[in-house]
């Protein structure tokens, strides 16, 4: 009860604080928009990556198959020649140049099954890309090797990115500085 003869308070209303001001934001928003931002970035990069390959890919394809159409069956080694020529083209882009340029024969055959080729070069269809150009009247089976240039094409142009610097700089993945899967000059002359 309040005793009569005393005067009220004079107190005031309640005194809100003032709502905060929009700008600046507070530091996790900051962290927030940053984050947002660098997946943004990721995002765009990677949209921009798949977008090269997918274009590359198509490229290449599309080469291949106006090499089937414009070269007749009379043709069928110029038809190999070229399919290797297409298929060593990609691979100078994808694989380190000393891995690829100076591989000739056997040697590029191996190489064509050990990036995707899955014996189809060394033992399959593909093993006339070693041996057309120097049996000018031989017959081919153009669709075999069409279907495994296409499987190469495709394997070599997949959504990953080119192979791991590592292996770019040393040549094959796996090995160290310094160390070569050649024998050194002094070893292949003490085996002849």
């Known amino acids: 009860m309040i005793p009569t003869g005393t ?6 209303d309640i005194h809100l604080p003032q709502a905060p001001d ?34 590359r890919r198509r490229r290449l394809l599309q080469t ?3 090499l089937d159409r414009t070269l007749g069956p009379e043709q069928d080694p110029r038809f190999a020649s070229e399919v290797s020529i297409l298929l060593r083209r ?6 380190p140049r000393q891995q690829v340029a100076g591989l000739t024969g056997e040697a590029w055959l191996r190489f064509l099954d050990r990036h995707g080729g ?10 006339v890309l070693a041996d057309a150009p120097y049996a000018p009247q031989s017959r081919i089976d153009r669709e075999a090797l ?7 094409i ?16 040393h040549g094959q993945p796996g090995e160290t500085a310094g160390t ?13």
């Open 118 to 127: 899955d014996g189809g070069f060394t033992t399959g269809p593909g093993r």
């Open 64 to 66: 291949l198959e106006q």
């Open 90 to 95: 990609l691979a100078l882009t994808r694989y």
């Open 154 to 169: 495709l394997n070599n142009t997949g959504t990953e990115a080119r192979p791991d610097a590592e292996s770019r700089r």
């Open 7 to 12: 005067p009220p308070l004079q107190l005031r």
């Open 180 to 192: 070569s899967r050649r024998p050194s000059r002094g070893a292949a002359e003490g085996a002849s």
């Open 146 to 152: 069409r279907r495994l240039a296409e499987k190469w």
């Open 22 to 55: 929009f700008w600046p934001p507070a530091p996790g928003w900051w962290l927030a928009a940053a984050v947002v931002l660098a997946l943004l970035a990721w995002l765009g990069l990677t949209g921009w990556r798949r977008l090269r390959l997918q274009r």
